[in-house]
């Protein structure tokens, strides 16, 4: 099993920036994601970010392109999430996510989750 422990989320202000860290701990996170998804109050947990375990190949949600960024270190067991400009529809519980696989739609269903770490914006 692999525990998946999130770190970094609190408040930021609009139009800064803040990273959010998941180490994964029990073994080392094998093929072939990690990544994030989030969720706000009523509403579907909702795609942000996946990143292959090589790094090299990285998706976004619609929402978040351009702005947010995905990394990885294996040898840490460690993927981060760099937000940059928040917006208003940006606060949300932040979750990590690995391994799992793909539907035939190309929809990530992760196998292993985190807790979660909120994050707010300020305006």
């Known amino acids: 099993q692999v525990q998946l422990v999130e770190s970094g989320g609190g408040l930021v202000q609009a139009g800064g920036s803040l990273r959010l860290s998941c180490t994964a701990s029990?073994?080392?996170?094998?093929?072939?994601?990690m990544g994030w998804f989030r969720q706000t109050p009523g509403k579907e947990r909702e795609f942000v970010s996946r990143?292959?375990?090589?790094?090299?190949?990285?998706w976004y949600g619609n929402s978040v392109k351009g702005r947010f960024a995905v990394s990885r270190d294996n040898a840490k067991n460690t993927v981060w999430l760099q937000m940059n400009n928040p917006k208003p529809e940006d606060p949300a519980v932040y979750f990590c996510?690995?391994?799992?696989?793909?539907?035939?739609?190309?929809?990530?269903?992760?196998?292993?989750w985190g807790q979660g770490t909120q994050v707010t914006v300020s305006t």
């Open positions: 990143i292959t375990y090589d790094g090299k190949n990285s």
């Open positions: 996510a690995a391994e799992g696989g793909l539907l035939i739609t190309g929809t990530w269903l992760p196998r292993f």
């Open positions: 029990g073994r080392t996170v094998s093929n072939p994601y």
